[in-house]
């Protein structure tokens, strides 16, 4: 049985919503990874630093007792933020860094920004204060196919932008095509990638497989198999540029098994175990610290835990479903499943 000894994780993409749902979802990232990035698209969205505070206080309420865990505040991107607001926040500490989710293109989005064109002061105010942009790369014009939504936004939004403000650094989060990967390393110097397990493990056939799949429906949409691959290669492939961000995003399952299904995978459980899965089979587990603990604290620069967690190549079975207070239940990644790792007791 192989086991795997590495500094503890840090999850550099997560969905932790509010309320009930929060309560359920905050000890499965907190027992796995030292530090999150937290996105702000709740309802309403966490657009001030006063709301990030306050947001970041009910989540510290949900960590387990005697457990060590620091959730990284994130700041939602309007055609109306202030600038002077987001830059006294991330002088505070409230704010590491602010996502831009274009207008409509995913979950809570609705306030998102019309145009890059009205953040312009905002951006320039983050190139100036060395404030993270985190994006939500598709572009949404209908016109557009779905599957090509995250090529176009790297062509047409992402690499403009970097020419406009060559001082901005810049998340490209959860890549799912070749062009979001080739972006990303050659602007290496002030840009990296989370990479989601899903996008990892499966292409565009798993949410076909033997009849439509819900839980395999998350945005941006799994893509061709040639995406995995080159998505394979640049996690496990020693560019520092690429680490680890499970985008993991709980959602009702009745709310995801409906007519108008939501996006999203809940993979917090078991998120350790999927990516140790892929660097096994690519046989890159002497890669994975990299990935899991040292690119992401890198390019926030954040030092790396010092802590050590211990993964043995155990198979764990993963409950069918998980209650959430009165409020419905939650499928994870691999419910039902064994997960083929798991940390050692
Ligand atoms: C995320 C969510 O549910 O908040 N859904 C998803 O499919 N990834 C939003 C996002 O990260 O785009
Ligand atoms: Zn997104
Ligand atoms: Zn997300």
Redesign the pocket.
Known sequence: MRSLTFRRPDDW?V?FRDGVMMKTVVPYTARAFGRAII?PNLTPPVTTAAMAEAYRQRIMECVPAGTDFTPLMTCYLTDHTDAADLVAGHKAGIFTAAKLYPAHATTNSAHGVTSIDHIMNVLEAMAENGIPLLTHGEVTRADVDIFDREARFAEEILAPLLQRLPELRVVM??ITTEQGAALVLAHKHRMGATITPQHLLYNRNALFQGGLRPHMYCLPVLKREKHRQALRKAATGGETCFFLGT?T?PHLRHLKESDCGCAGVFSAPVAVAAYLQVFAEENALDRFEAFASLNGPAFYRMAPNEERVTYVERPARIAEEIEVDGAGKLVSLFSGEAAPWSLAA
């Open positions: 993409h969905h996105m989060e959860h985008d995003a």
